[in-house]
């Protein structure tokens, strides 16, 4: 199954994180989001809104490197 990936600049100063091109209705992206993952960390609860795909990150800031998320539909 193909994967979007997406890279965060910097680690967020807050847990969640909401990325607005992936709204629920969006015409762009219709494909339903079966799995979020953390790249060396691992799967990562996610809710998908109106507002967009919102993700939860670990309380612990895991590197100084920016973060990537790998999204599965």
């Given at each position: 199954s193909k994967a979007l990936y997406v890279t965060m600049l910097a680690w967020p100063a807050e847990q969640k994180v909401t990325i607005k091109s992936l709204a629920l209705n969006n015409?762009?992206?219709q494909k339903k989001i079966s799995r979020v993952e953390l790249l060396g960390y691992g799967k990562i609860p996610f809710t998908r809104?109106?507002?967009g795909l919102v993700v939860?990150?670990?309380?612990?800031r895991l590197n100084d490197i920016a973060p990537v998320i790998k999204i599965r539909k």
């Open positions: 015409p762009l992206f809104t109106t507002e939860t990150l670990p309380a612990k």
